[in-house]
């Protein structure tokens, strides 16, 4: 399957090879749920799907062309086959569904078939999910829903029972690296920290300095973690706690890399070499330190509070370092 701009979609082999045996065989589930992180090419599938639907291209495998009229209307976001709703404020809501389901009501207008993408589907009020669910149970013909959600424990199970998922992986770091500016300094930091979003990553770039300032940041709360004095230096970072455990995430994981020999192919951080070289922690310590700062990352995903999370994290840090 191939973008409007006739690129390949990249990093989402497996989804798109699924998609594409539908197109080939011409034989489409009535609803489908991509389920990923935001950045990863959701909603780019989802529009190429949409046109792939309506694309007069003869060869299914070279759906969508992005030549013909339908892809050309497509791509400028005006083909009458093709609707797209998004959350307001937040959420998906009854009117925005009763009104795509009245416009459902009428034959297309134009193309086979007609292209519904619902964007935040994990955003759904519940009198929203409950008026789709009843387009589900009873799909209009020739027509194709296509969900994107984030968090698919948030999607109702009846709503979810109701479509075919689609999974969308987090990229590899050399792809998101690639997908990045040219101009970009040091893509590879961006796409270590981007958790395989290129969304995230272009977000990271423009905000160069302050990367690299927290950074720093990171590693000298590590390598100053031996002294007793710095079990307590964490709780000072709690503003930008998450950032702070990203990077330092990635500082450690570095260092082991380093330690057992792979660090030309593999290290993040290969412009602080002789920092690499310094540390003097050993394996034991290091995994330790890992592990307690990928729980301290988890435990502040879930919304626990940052101060509460670093006042646990830093005496554990300054074990680690002992260790």
């Known amino acids: 399957m191939h973008t409007l701009e006739g690129s390949e979609i990249l990093g989402q082999e497996?989804?798109?090879?699924?998609?594409?045996?539908?197109?080939?065989?011409?034989?489409?589930?009535?609803?489908?749920?991509?389920?990923?992180?935001?950045?990863?090419?959701?909603?780019?599938?989802?529009?190429?799907?949409?046109?792939?639907?309506?694309?007069?291209e003869v060869n299914p495998g070279d759906r969508p062309c992005g030549r013909c009229s339908s892809c050309?209307?497509?791509?400028?976001?005006?083909?009458p086959g093709i609707r797209e709703i998004e959350p307001e404020?937040?959420?998906?809501?009854?009117?925005?569904?009763?009104?795509?389901?009245?416009?459902?009501?009428?034959?297309?207008?134009?193309g086979e078939y007609r292209a519904v993408i619902i964007g935040a589907a994990d955003k759904l009020t519940l009198e929203a999910a409950n008026a789709l669910l009843k387009i589900l149970?009873?799909?209009?013909?020739?027509?194709?829903?296509?969900?994107?959600?984030?968090d698919l424990a948030l999607v109702p199970a009846t709503v979810v029972s109701r479509c075919c998922t689609v999974?969308?992986?987090?990229?590899?770091?050399?792809?998101?690296?690639?997908?990045?500016?040219?101009?970009?300094?040091?893509?590879?930091?961006?796409?270590?920290?981007?958790?395989?979003?290129?969304?995230?990553?272009?977000?990271?770039?423009?905000?160069?300095?302050?990367?690299?300032t927290t950074r720093?940041?990171?590693?000298?709360?590590?390598?100053?973690?031996?002294?007793?004095?710095?079990?307590?230096?964490?709780?000072?970072?709690?503003g930008s706690l998450a950032q702070v455990l990203d990077w330092l995430t990635l500082w450690l994981r570095d260092l082991l890399v380093w330690r057992y020999g792979e660090a030309a192919k593999l290290v993040v951080n290969s412009d602080l070499e002789s920092r690499l070289n310094q540390d003097t922690t050993s394996p034991d310590g290091l995994?330790?330190?890992?592990?307690e700062t990928m729980r301290a990352?988890?435990?502040?995903?879930?919304?626990?509070?940052?101060?509460?999370?670093?006042?646990?994290?830093?005496?554990?840090?300054?074990?680690?370092?002992?260790?």
């Not at 149970?137 to 984030?150: C, D, M, N, R």
């Not at 720093?216 to 709690?238: D, M, P, T, V, Y």
């Not at 995994?287 to 592990?291: F, N, S, T």
């Open 137 to 150: 149970e009873e799909p209009p013909a020739a027509t194709v829903f296509i969900l994107v959600a984030t």
């Open 297 to 323: 990352a988890g435990a502040l995903a879930d919304n626990a509070n940052a101060q509460l999370v670093a006042g646990v994290l830093g005496p554990k840090l300054v074990r680690a370092r002992r260790n």
């Open 287 to 291: 995994l330790m330190a890992l592990e």
């Open 14 to 56: 497996t989804a798109v090879r699924q998609l594409e045996l539908a197109l080939e065989k011409g034989r489409f589930h009535h609803a489908y749920l991509f389920v990923g992180p935001e950045g990863v090419g959701r909603r780019t599938v989802a529009r190429a799907l949409a046109a792939a639907l309506n694309c007069q």
């Open 167 to 212: 999974n969308f992986r987090p990229l590899p770091e050399q792809v998101v690296a690639g997908l990045l500016a040219p101009e970009v300094e040091n893509p590879l930091l961006a796409a270590a920290l981007s958790g395989g979003s290129v969304r995230r990553a272009r977000s990271l770039t423009q905000e160069a300095e302050g990367l690299l």
């Open 72 to 79: 050309l209307r497509a791509r400028a976001g005006n083909h």
């Open 89 to 110: 404020k937040d959420s998906l809501r009854l009117h925005q569904v009763r009104q795509v389901q009245e416009e459902l009501r009428f034959a297309p207008l134009a």
């Open 216 to 238: 720093e940041k990171a590693i000298n709360l590590w390598e100053q973690a031996g002294s007793s004095r710095q079990a307590h230096a964490l709780e000072g970072e709690a």
